[in-house]
């Protein structure tokens, strides 16, 4: 059974950059058979795809955040990172890491991290 | 980007009843959607993809239908696992897109 969790800060200050990691078990996540996604939901809303990382290392993000947002892999620790810069109050919600079938579907969830932007 | 509009927002239902979800999208999106189950303080769990096609482990009681901007998720009779929030994702333009969700829970 594959699993996912994310871990990181769950406190981080405005203007500042917000780091996740989401450590991958019992699948490799350099197989080429899936994508690796993040995705957001801020409190009381619905679901936002923030981007994906293949095992090329190719990305692709959704443009509303584009400009901040940076997914990159460590293959060797079976990790993949999210980093978002310049955060605002707006940014606060439970990010979920996600395997991603060639489909674009998710179909495993780490089991989200609540991420608070406060001074 | 294509905005998928869900209704209703709530559906207030008793178990052992059939129902239907809506999914609309602002353009076609082909057979390109899923819906997922959240229920509170977890993760979506995947129910449907590309329209009809139930993801490993789902219960036969969910289906899906639809194609290009109309599409249901039904439940043909409610157990009490199934009262959560439902939510459909679009795959067929970039960004990925997900709807607003509709609530269903227990009168």
């Known amino acids: 059974q594959v699993q996912l969790q994310e871990s990181g800060p769950g406190l981080v200050k405005p203007s500042q950059t917000l780091s996740l990691t989401c450590t991958v078990s019992?699948?490799?996540?350099?197989?080429?058979?899936?994508?690796w996604s993040w995705i957001r939901q801020r409190p009381g809303k619905g679901l936002e795809w923030i981007g994906y990382?293949?095992?090329?290392?190719?990305?692709y993000y959704n443009p509303s955040l584009e400009s901040r947002v940076i997914i990159s892999a460590d293959p060797s620790k079976n990790q993949f990172s999210l980093r978002l810069s310049s955060v605002t109050a707006a940014d606060t919600a439970v990010y979920y890491c996600?395997?991603?079938?060639?489909?674009?579907?998710?179909?495993?969830w780490g089991q989200g991290t609540l991420v608070t932007v406060s001074s | 980007e294509i905005v998928l509009t869900q209704s209703p927002a709530t559906l207030s239902l008793s178990p052992g009843e059939r129902v239907t979800l809506s999914c609309r999208a602002s353009?076609?999106?082909?057979?390109?959607l899923a819906w997922y189950q959240q229920k509170p303080g977890l993760a979506p769990r995947l129910l449907i993809y590309?329209?009809?096609n139930r993801a490993t482990g789902i219960p036969a009681r969910f289906s899906g239908s639809g194609s290009g901007t109309d599409f249901t998720l039904t439940i043909s009779s409610l157990e009490p696992e199934d009262f959560a929030v439902y939510y459909c994702?679009?795959?067929?333009?970039?960004?990925?897109?997900f709807g607003g969700g509709t609530r269903v829970e227990i009168k």
């Open positions: 996600a395997r991603t079938q060639l489909v674009f579907s998710f179909d495993y």
């Open positions: 019992d699948y490799s996540i350099s197989s080429g058979n899936f994508y």
């Open positions: 990382i293949y095992y090329t290392g190719s990305t």
């Open positions: 353009q076609s999106v082909s057979s390109y």
């Open positions: 590309d329209a009809s």
């Open positions: 994702q679009q795959r067929s333009n970039w960004p990925l897109t």
